[in-house]
């Protein structure tokens, strides 16, 4: 069956920007997952789903960032006001167990 | 916090021989997962091979294989008879119950290249 699809895989963005970054996560997959991933760097988390439950967003590093999973499949990350430090990877994941994730490609963001 | 250290950022290896990639990890937790994920140039992260902290026997898929020393908090990667398609960065990762199992810390990578 298809995997974890994430879109767009590349977006470039001007300073100040709002961004939205999408995750199809494989059907049936419970949890969600978000990282990000500086270059040279691993993945870092950011937030995590459990259906449309959003029951961990401690990595988010700002208020700036916000996810959501509203019919708890597909989910979006939202950057708003993006600055050059967002620059990044963003890898969403999925899985029916904890932690034992399906990566999707990613996303790489460029903020100008 | 748990951290993750993978101290050699770059191996080399030749292709048939065999190559072993460090990890070190610190946590208070007494039940916890290591993974270790190998990232290719195109950047999806694939799972390599997993280990639960309370299994003594070191696990193994295949090629791939770990030695887990829980006193030590290492769990090495040995990949034996490399081929040109195991080039990748390899990922160690640690999850533990304080989280629920629900988030990864990752190291910070080693870059294996391997070469005919």
């Known amino acids: 069956g298809a995997g974890v699809s994430q879109s767009p895989r590349y977006k470039v963005a001007k300073r100040g920007q709002d961004v939205a970054l999408r995750c199809d996560p494989i059907s049936g997959h419970v949890s969600l997952f978000w990282y990000q991933q500086a270059l040279g760097q691993g993945p870092e988390f950011l937030t995590y789903f459990q259906n449309e439950a959003q029951l961990d967003k401690s990595g988010l590093p700002s208020d700036r960032f916000f996810a959501e999973r509203p019919e708890g499949s597909v989910s979006t990350l939202k950057i708003q006001r993006t600055q050059q430090e967002d620059s990044a990877v963003y890898l969403c994941?999925?899985?029916?167990?904890?932690?034992?994730?399906?990566f999707g490609p990613g996303t790489r963001l460029t903020v100008l | 916090a748990q951290t993750v250290t993978q101290s050699q950022p770059e191996m080399s290896v030749q292709e048939a021989e065999t190559v072993t990639l460090s990890c070190t990890y610190d946590t208070s937790e007494s039940d916890y997962y290591l993974f270790w994920y190998k990232q290719p140039p195109s950047r999806q992260m694939i799972l390599v091979i997993r280990?639960?902290?309370?299994?003594?026997q070191n696990a193994t898929e295949n090629r791939f294989s770990v030695n887990f020393q829980k006193a030590a908090k290492s769990f090495s990667l040995k990949i034996s008879d490399s081929q040109l398609g195991d080039a990748a960065m390899y990922f160690c990762?640690?999850?533990?119950?304080?989280?629920?199992?629900?988030?990864?810390?990752f190291g910070k990578g080693t870059m294996l290249l391997v070469s005919p």
């Open positions: 994941a999925s899985s029916l167990e904890l932690a034992l994730g399906n």
């Open positions: 990762a640690y999850s533990g119950m304080n989280s629920g199992y629900s988030t990864l810390t």
């Open positions: 280990q639960e902290a309370y299994k003594q």
